[in-house]
């Protein structure tokens, strides 16, 4: 059974922006998380957000630049992509697991999208 969706994924300019969705089929998850991936880096976990407290946490590497929102009543949580750079081409995969575990620790997430491609030019 499918349970979560990643849609919204798409080629844009350098410092353009981009909103990735991943619709759950459940929304009950300890927390939840977006990862990306490239052939040539190791699985990165981009942001995750605890659904009942809102709190988040950001890699470094997009730190200012990235936000995960959510929508509770949609099932749905976001990847809000702004000032995009080159390096932040990849497979984004959402993510999410049923222990709070450690932020952006990605053997807490047990439950995987099929992934989205973001493509980012010059």
């Known amino acids: 059974q499918v349970q979560l969706v990643e849609s919204g994924g798409g080629s844009v300019q350098a410092g353009g922006s981009l909103r990735l969705s991943c619709a759950a089929s459940?929304?009950?998850?300890?927390?939840v998380a977006w990862f990306r991936q490239t052939p040539a880096k190791e699985r990165e976990a981009v942001a995750d957000i605890i659904p009942y407290a809102g709190s988040t946490t950001y890699a470094d590497s997009v730190k200012g630049r990235f936000t995960i929102p959510q929508d509770k009543a949609a099932k749905t949580f976001y990847l809000q992509m702004n000032s995009l750079k080159i390096e932040d081409t990849a497979m984004y995969y959402c993510a999410a697991g049923l222990l709070r575990g450690r932020p952006r620790a990605q053997g807490n997430f047990r439950i995987w999208g099929q992934g989205t491609q973001v493509t980012v030019s010059s």
């Open positions: 459940e929304y009950t998850y300890s927390r």
